[in-house]
C-alpha cells in the first residue's frame, strides 16, 4: 500500500460467511461473559460465564457494537461499552486469538487437521490468483511455532482514536 509503504504480496479475504465457516470448521470458541450478554442489533444472546460460541454466535460476538449485560442488582440490562466501536475490535482480537490458538492446538495434535480445514474452508475465502493451496499450507507450517496469546507472537494494531461527540 502507498500509504503505508508496505508490500503485499497475497491476500485472503474472509466475508460472513467464511468466518462463520471457519469457526464451525475448527470448533466452538469459548469466551467468558462475567454477566448475561445481549447486542438486539447482532442478534447475540448469551449467559454468564464461559459460552462456547459457534460460527452463528461467534459473527454476533464479533458485530456486536450495542453490547448489553444484565445486571442482577436492578434487574436491567445496562450498555456493557460504552466505545461501541473501539470494544468491538478489542473483542474481535481477542476472539481471533482463542479462535487461532484452538487451531493451531488442534493442528498440532492431529497433523491431518490442518489440510482438513483448508479444504473445508477454502471455498468460502476469496483470495489472490497467485496464492495455492500449498502456499496456505506452508503458512499454517509457520503457524505451528506461534502461540496465538502471547502477544509477542501474534500483534493486533489499533490506530488512534478520540472519544466524545467529534470522534474522527
Same mark, same amino acid.
Given at each position: #500500500? /502507498?500509504? +503505508?509503504?508496505?508490500?503485499?504480496?497475497?491476500?485472503?479475504?474472509?466475508?460472513? @460467511?467464511?468466518?462463520? /465457516?471457519?469457526?464451525?470448521?475448527?470448533?466452538?470458541?469459548?469466551?467468558?461473559?462475567?454477566?448475561?450478554?445481549?447486542? =438486539?442489533?447482532? !442478534?447475540?444472546?448469551?449467559?454468564?460465564?464461559?459460552?462456547?460460541?459457534?460460527? $452463528?454466535?461467534?459473527? /454476533?460476538? /464479533?458485530?456486536?457494537?450495542?453490547?448489553? +449485560?444484565?445486571?442482577?442488582?436492578?434487574? @436491567?440490562?445496562?450498555?456493557?461499552?460504552?466505545?461501541?466501536?473501539?470494544?468491538?475490535?478489542?473483542?474481535? @482480537?481477542? +476472539?481471533?486469538?482463542? #479462535? $487461532?490458538?484452538?487451531?493451531?492446538?488442534?493442528?498440532?495434535?492431529?497433523?491431518?487437521?490442518?489440510?482438513?480445514?483448508?479444504?473445508?474452508?477454502?471455498?468460502?475465502?476469496?483470495?489472490?490468483? !497467485?496464492?495455492?493451496?500449498?502456499?496456505? =499450507?506452508?503458512?499454517?507450517?509457520?503457524?505451528?511455532?506461534?502461540?496465538?496469546?502471547?502477544?509477542?507472537?501474534?500483534?493486533?494494531?489499533?490506530?488512534?482514536?478520540?472519544?466524545?461527540? !467529534? @470522534?474522527?
Amino acid at each position: #500500500l /502507498a500509504d +503505508f509503504n508496505i508490500t503485499i504480496n497475497h491476500y485472503i479475504s474472509v466475508d460472513i @460467511q467464511s468466518f462463520r /465457516a471457519i469457526v464451525d470448521t475448527v470448533g466452538r470458541v469459548p469466551v467468558y461473559f462475567p454477566y448475561a450478554a445481549r447486542d =438486539l442489533e447482532s !442478534n447475540l444472546g448469551v449467559f454468564a460465564g464461559c459460552n462456547r460460541l459457534d460460527g $452463528a454466535q461467534a459473527l /454476533a460476538y /464479533a458485530r456486536s457494537r450495542t453490547l448489553e +449485560f444484565y445486571t442482577t442488582n436492578t434487574h @436491567q440490562w445496562k450498555l456493557a461499552d460504552p466505545t461501541a466501536d473501539i470494544g468491538r475490535i478489542a473483542r474481535q @482480537q481477542q +476472539f481471533i486469538r482463542e #479462535l $487461532a490458538a484452538i487451531a493451531v492446538q488442534r493442528s498440532l495434535e492431529d497433523p491431518i487437521t490442518a489440510n482438513q480445514v483448508v479444504n473445508r474452508v477454502l471455498h468460502y475465502l476469496e483470495f489472490d490468483q !497467485n496464492l495455492t493451496k500449498n502456499d496456505i =499450507l506452508s503458512l499454517i507450517g509457520v503457524f505451528r511455532t506461534v502461540s496465538p496469546s502471547d502477544s509477542s507472537h501474534l500483534e493486533f494494531e489499533t490506530m488512534p482514536w478520540k472519544t466524545g461527540p !467529534n @470522534q474522527n
